[in-house]
C-alpha cells in the first residue's frame, strides 16, 4: 500500500527554493546523483570488508546513467549499499545534513539572481533532482535484505509516497521523469558533458547505457569518466607520464611539469593531494591573476575549482588537486571560507610546496633559476603576505649582482658569505635591466673594495628589501642613495679633499638650481659625477616608473644630490680654474656639464637637452678649432 507523508517544514523549504528559484546551473543534479550513487558503492564496499556477505560474490562497481527519450526519464542506477524502508523516510524525507540551516538563511537573504551561483556552491543532494524533474522516484533494495525493496515518489509539492517495490538486484535507482524543457538531459553530448566536468576522476564507472539501433532490446554501453583517481593511487605506482598526463588534463598545459608533489597527510587530518609546479608560466596567468590553480574534491568527488582559499595568491600558479575525506561533501562556498580544516590542509600544502622548492634550490639549482625566471615575481609577494613563512620565503629569493655572470643568480645567504670583512650592509641598486645597471657610476668604488652589489631589475625588489629591512643583520643598503660608507681611512682623506674643494662646492651649490646639494663622492673612481638620492627618497628608477604610468603630477619632485669625484681630473681642473679665477664664465658651464653627464649616467632625461648639446659643442670648437 502506498502511504503519503509529509516532507519536514524545513526540507520543504529548500525543495520550494530548489523548484521556484533556479534557473541555471541546473546540470549540478547529475553531480550530486552521481555522487550519492558512488557514495552508497563505497559504503558498501566498506562494509562488506567485515561483512562479506553483504556485497555477495560479485563485485564490479558500477553507476549506470539510462536515458529514456520516450518516457523521458533519466535515471542513475548504482549496485551500493541501498536502503531499506525506515532508510528511504529518513534519509529523504527529512532533512539531516548539517549546513541546511545555513544554507537557507543564506538563500533567503541573497539576492535573486546568485541563487544559481549559491546552490552551485553548496550542492543540495538528493533533492537537485528536482531542478530538472517534475517526479522523482527512488527504488532501492538495501545490502542484506532478502525480502522488499522499496519505492520512494515525489513530485516536490510537499509530499511523497512510499510503497513496497519489485527490485531484484541489491542498489538504488533514481528515476527522473525531466520536465519538459529539461529534455537536454536525456542527449548522450549533454551528459557526456557533464560527467567528463565534474566526475571524470570518480573511482566507479560511470556507464552510459542508450539504444542501440530500432531494437528495444539492444544497448550499447560507454564508461564515460577516466576514473583516474591517480592521487589516491601509491607513488610509486604511478608513472611519470601518468602524473604528466594528469597535469595537463587539469592545467591544459602542453608542456610537462617542473614539479611533482604528490602526497597524503593522515592522522588527525586526512588529505591527499598531488600539486604541480608548472615549468612555464601559463598565458591565462595574465587574465586570471588571481585564480587558484587547485581542485577541491570531497572523498573523490570534485567540488570547486575555484576556490582560493586552498593556497595563497603568491602561489597561484601551482596547479593540483586535493582530496580531502574530513569535509562534508555538501559544504558550501562560504563554509569552506571560514572552514578550519581548509586553514590546515593550506598550511600543509604551502609547507610541502615551499619545502620543494628549498630542495629543488639546493638540488637542482639550473632548474630552480628557470623556475624562479618564471614564477620569482609571483613568489616574492609571499614575503609581504605570509608572515609565518616569511623566513623561508626570503631563503628562496635571487638575484643578479655584480658577482654573477650575466643570466645567473645569488641567494641572499651566498652573498653573505662572500662579504668581505668589514661590510655591513647589502648592497643594491634598482633599474631596467642588468644591461642598464652593470655601467651604473654608484658601482666603481665599491667594485674596487671588492663589495658586491644586487641588481634589483623586477619592480617588486625594491619593496621587498624596503619591507625586509635587512637579512640576518645586514640592512639592505641602496648605492644611490644616502651616504655611503667608505673606509676610515678614505673619511680622513676625504675631510682633507672637502677642505680643498669648499668654496668650489659653494660656488657650483649656488648655480645647480637643479639639485638640492652639490659634495664630493666616495662612490666613485672612474667617472667624474653621479647623482645621488636622500636615503629614504624613492630611487630614480622608481620615480621614471611612476611618470610612465602617468603619476607625474602627485609624485614630487625629490630632488637629487650630485655628487663629484675629486680625483678626476676634469673635477679637479675645474676647482683648480675656481680658484685661480672665480669669474671665469666655464666653471659655471663645464659645473652644468658635470650635473648633465650625472643625469645621462642614471638613466634619466635631461630637461635641457639643446642647452647641453650647445655646450659640448663649444667644448669641442674650442678644442679643435682655438687650441683651448
Ligand atoms: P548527502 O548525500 O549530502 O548526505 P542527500 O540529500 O544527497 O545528502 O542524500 C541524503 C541521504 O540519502 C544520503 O546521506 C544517503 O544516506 C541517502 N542516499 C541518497 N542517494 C542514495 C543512493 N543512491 N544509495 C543509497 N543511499 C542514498
Same mark, same amino acid.
Given at each position: 500500500?502506498?502511504?503519503?507523508?509529509?516532507?519536514?517544514?524545513?526540507?520543504?523549504?529548500?525543495?520550494?527554493?530548489?523548484?521556484?528559484?533556479?534557473?541555471?546551473?541546473?546540470?549540478?543534479?547529475?553531480?550530486?546523483?552521481?555522487?550519492?550513487?558512488?557514495?552508497?558503492?563505497?559504503?558498501?564496499?566498506?562494509?562488506?570488508?567485515?561483512?562479506?556477505?553483504?556485497?555477495?560474490?560479485?563485485?564490479?562497481?558500477?553507476?549506470?546513467?539510462?536515458?529514456?527519450?520516450?518516457?523521458?526519464?533519466?535515471?542513475?542506477? $548504482?549496485?551500493?549499499?541501498?536502503?531499506?524502508?525506515?532508510?528511504?523516510?529518513?534519509?529523504?524525507?527529512?532533512?539531516?545534513?548539517?549546513?541546511?540551516?545555513?544554507?537557507?538563511?543564506?538563500?533567503?537573504?541573497?539576492?535573486?539572481?546568485?541563487?544559481?551561483?549559491?546552490?552551485?556552491?553548496?550542492?543540495?543532494?538528493?533533492?537537485?533532482?528536482?531542478?530538472?524533474?517534475?517526479?522523482?522516484?527512488?527504488?532501492?533494495?538495501?545490502?542484506?535484505?532478502?525480502?522488499?525493496?522499496?519505492?520512494?515518489?515525489?513530485?516536490?509539492?510537499?509530499?511523497?509516497?512510499?510503497?513496497?517495490?519489485?527490485?531484484?538486484?541489491?542498489?538504488?535507482?533514481?528515476?527522473?521523469?525531466?520536465?519538459?524543457?529539461?529534455?537536454?538531459?536525456?542527449?548522450?553530448?549533454?551528459?557526456?558533458?557533464?560527467?567528463?566536468?565534474?566526475?571524470?576522476?570518480?573511482?566507479?564507472?560511470?556507464?552510459?547505457?542508450?539504444?542501440?539501433?530500432?531494437?528495444?532490446?539492444?544497448?550499447?554501453?560507454?564508461?564515460?569518466?577516466?576514473?583516474?583517481?591517480?592521487?589516491?593511487? /601509491?607513488?610509486?605506482?604511478?608513472?611519470?607520464?601518468?602524473?604528466?598526463?594528469?597535469?595537463?588534463?587539469?592545467?591544459?598545459?602542453?608542456?610537462?611539469?617542473?614539479?611533482?608533489?604528490?602526497?597524503?597527510?593522515?592522522?588527525?587530518?586526512?588529505?591527499?593531494?598531488?600539486?604541480?609546479? /608548472?615549468?612555464?608560466?601559463?598565458?591565462?596567468?595574465?587574465?586570471?591573476?588571481?585564480?587558484? +590553480?587547485?581542485?577541491?574534491?570531497?572523498?573523490?568527488?570534485?567540488?570547486?575549482?575555484?576556490?582560493?582559499?586552498?593556497?595563497?595568491?603568491?602561489?597561484?600558479?601551482?596547479?593540483?588537486?586535493?582530496?580531502?575525506?574530513?569535509?562534508?561533501?555538501?559544504?558550501?562556498?562560504?563554509?569552506?571560507?571560514?572552514?578550519?580544516?581548509?586553514?590546515?590542509?593550506?598550511?600543509?600544502?604551502?609547507?610541502?610546496?615551499?619545502?620543494?622548492?628549498?630542495?629543488?634550490?639546493?638540488?637542482?639549482?639550473?632548474?630552480?633559476?628557470?623556475?624562479?625566471?618564471?614564477?620569482?615575481?609571483?613568489?616574492?609577494?609571499?614575503?609581504?603576505?605570509?608572515?609565518?613563512?616569511?623566513?623561508?620565503?626570503?631563503?628562496?629569493?635571487?638575484?643578479?649582482?655584480?658577482?654573477?655572470?650575466?643570466?645567473?643568480?645569488?641567494?641572499?645567504?651566498?652573498?653573505?658569505?662572500?662579504?668581505?670583512?668589514?661590510?655591513?650592509?647589502?648592497?643594491?641598486?634598482?633599474?631596467?635591466?642588468?644591461?642598464?645597471?652593470?655601467?651604473? /657610476?654608484?658601482?666603481?668604488?665599491?667594485?674596487?673594495?671588492?663589495?658586491?652589489?644586487?641588481?634589483?631589475?623586477?619592480?617588486?625588489?625594491?619593496?621587498?628589501?624596503?619591507?625586509?629591512?635587512?637579512?640576518?643583520?645586514?640592512?639592505?643598503?641602496?648605492?644611490?642613495?644616502?651616504?655611503?660608507?667608505?673606509?676610515?681611512?678614505?673619511?680622513?682623506?676625504?675631510?682633507?679633499?672637502?677642505?680643498?674643494?669648499?668654496?668650489?662646492?659653494?660656488?657650483?651649490?649656488?648655480?645647480?638650481?637643479?639639485?638640492?646639494?652639490?659634495?664630493?663622492?666616495?662612490?666613485?673612481?672612474?667617472?667624474?659625477?653621479?647623482?645621488?638620492?636622500?636615503?629614504?627618497?624613492?630611487?630614480?628608477?622608481?620615480?621614471?616608473?611612476?611618470?610612465?604610468?602617468?603619476?607625474?603630477?602627485?609624485?614630487?619632485?625629490?630632488?637629487?644630490?650630485?655628487?663629484?669625484?675629486?680625483?678626476?681630473?676634469?673635477?679637479?681642473?675645474?676647482?683648480?680654474?675656481?680658484?685661480?679665477?672665480?669669474? $671665469?664664465?666655464?666653471?659655471?658651464?663645464?659645473?652644468?656639464?658635470?650635473?648633465?653627464?650625472?643625469?645621462?649616467?642614471?638613466?634619466?632625461?635631461?630637461?635641457?637637452?639643446?642647452?647641453?648639446? +650647445?655646450?659640448?659643442?663649444?667644448?669641442?670648437?674650442?678644442?679643435?678649432?682655438?687650441?683651448?
Amino acid at each position: 500500500m502506498a502511504r503519503k507523508m509529509k516532507f519536514k517544514a524545513e526540507l520543504q523549504q529548500v525543495m520550494e527554493i530548489i523548484v521556484h528559484s533556479l534557473y541555471s546551473h541546473k546540470e549540478i543534479f547529475l553531480r550530486e546523483l552521481i555522487s550519492n550513487a558512488s557514495d552508497a558503492i563505497d559504503n558498501l564496499r566498506y562494509q562488506s570488508l567485515t561483512r562479506p556477505e553483504l556485497a555477495g560474490k560479485e563485485e564490479t562497481w558500477e553507476i549506470r546513467l539510462i536515458p529514456d527519450q520516450k518516457a523521458r526519464t533519466l535515471t542513475v542506477r $548504482d549496485n551500493g549499499i541501498g536502503m531499506t524502508r525506515e532508510e528511504i523516510i529518513e534519509n529523504l524525507g527529512t532533512l539531516a545534513k548539517s549546513g541546511t540551516r545555513e544554507f537557507i538563511k543564506q538563500i533567503q537573504a541573497a539576492d535573486k539572481k546568485d541563487f544559481p551561483e549559491l546552490i552551485g556552491q553548496f550542492g543540495v543532494g538528493f533533492y537537485s533532482a528536482f531542478m530538472v524533474a517534475e517526479n522523482v522516484t527512488v527504488i532501492s533494495r538495501a545490502a542484506g535484505e532478502e525480502s522488499s525493496a522499496v519505492r520512494w515518489s515525489s513530485s516536490g509539492q510537499g509530499e511523497y509516497t512510499v510503497e513496497e517495490a519489485d527490485k531484484k538486484e541489491r542498489g538504488t535507482e533514481v528515476i527522473l521523469t525531466l520536465r519538459e524543457e529539461e529534455k537536454e538531459f536525456l542527449d548522450e553530448w549533454r551528459i557526456k558533458e557533464v560527467v567528463k566536468k565534474f566526475s571524470d576522476f570518480l573511482e566507479h564507472p560511470v556507464i552510459l547505457v542508450t539504444k542501440d539501433g530500432e531494437d528495444e532490446e539492444k544497448t550499447k554501453e560507454e564508461t564515460l569518466n577516466h576514473r583516474k583517481a591517480i592521487w589516491l593511487r /601509491p607513488q610509486s605506482e604511478v608513472s611519470e607520464q601518468e602524473y604528466a598526463e594528469f597535469y595537463k588534463h587539469i592545467s591544459r598545459d602542453i608542456a610537462d611539469p617542473a614539479k611533482i608533489i604528490h602526497f597524503v597527510a593522515e592522522g588527525r587530518l586526512e588529505f591527499r593531494a598531488i600539486l604541480f609546479i /608548472p615549468a612555464k608560466k601559463p598565458f591565462d596567468m595574465l587574465w586570471h591573476p588571481v585564480a587558484s +590553480g587547485l581542485q577541491l574534491y570531497v572523498r573523490r568527488v570534485f567540488i570547486t575549482a575555484e576556490f582560493e582559499k586552498l593556497m595563497p595568491a603568491y602561489l597561484r600558479f601551482v596547479k593540483g588537486v586535493v582530496d580531502s575525506t574530513d569535509l562534508p561533501l555538501n559544504v558550501s562556498r562560504e563554509m569552506l571560507q571560514e572552514n578550519e580544516l581548509i586553514e590546515k590542509i593550506r598550511k600543509s600544502l604551502v609547507n610541502k610546496v615551499l619545502n620543494t622548492l628549498e630542495q629543488m634550490k639546493k638540488e637542482e639549482p639550473d632548474k630552480y633559476l628557470d623556475f624562479y625566471r618564471e614564477f620569482g615575481s609571483i613568489l616574492k609577494e609571499g614575503v609581504n603576505t605570509d608572515w609565518a613563512n616569511r623566513e623561508k620565503l626570503t631563503e628562496l629569493l635571487l638575484f643578479q649582482s655584480t658577482r654573477t655572470p650575466a643570466g645567473k643568480y645569488t641567494a641572499l645567504e651566498e652573498y653573505l658569505k662572500r662579504m668581505p670583512e668589514g661590510q655591513e650592509e647589502i648592497y643594491y641598486l634598482v633599474g631596467e635591466s642588468r644591461a642598464e645597471l652593470e655601467g651604473a /657610476p654608484y658601482l666603481e668604488s665599491l667594485a674596487a673594495r671588492g663589495r658586491e652589489v644586487l641588481f634589483f631589475t623586477d619592480p617588486l625588489d625594491e619593496w621587498l628589501a624596503g619591507s625586509l629591512g635587512q637579512y640576518k643583520d645586514k640592512k639592505f643598503k641602496p648605492v644611490d642613495r644616502g651616504e655611503l660608507a667608505g673606509e676610515s681611512e678614505d673619511s680622513e682623506a676625504l675631510k682633507d679633499k672637502e677642505k680643498q674643494f669648499r668654496d668650489f662646492l659653494e660656488f657650483l651649490n649656488g648655480k645647480i638650481e637643479e639639485v638640492k646639494q652639490v659634495r664630493l663622492s666616495t662612490r666613485l673612481k672612474e667617472s667624474a659625477a653621479c647623482l645621488v638620492a636622500e636615503e629614504d627618497a624613492p630611487s630614480a628608477h622608481m620615480e621614471r616608473l611612476m611618470k610612465r604610468l602617468g603619476h607625474e603630477g602627485d609624485f614630487p619632485e625629490t630632488g637629487r644630490i650630485l655628487e663629484l669625484n675629486p680625483e678626476h681630473p676634469a673635477v679637479a681642473a675645474l676647482r683648480e680654474l675656481h680658484a685661480k679665477n672665480p669669474a $671665469d664664465e666655464r666653471i659655471e658651464k663645464y659645473g652644468r656639464l658635470l650635473y648633465e653627464q650625472a643625469v645621462i649616467a642614471e638613466g634619466s632625461k635631461l630637461k635641457d637637452a639643446a642647452g647641453f648639446t +650647445g655646450r659640448i659643442n663649444e667644448l669641442i670648437r674650442k678644442n679643435l678649432v682655438l687650441g683651448e
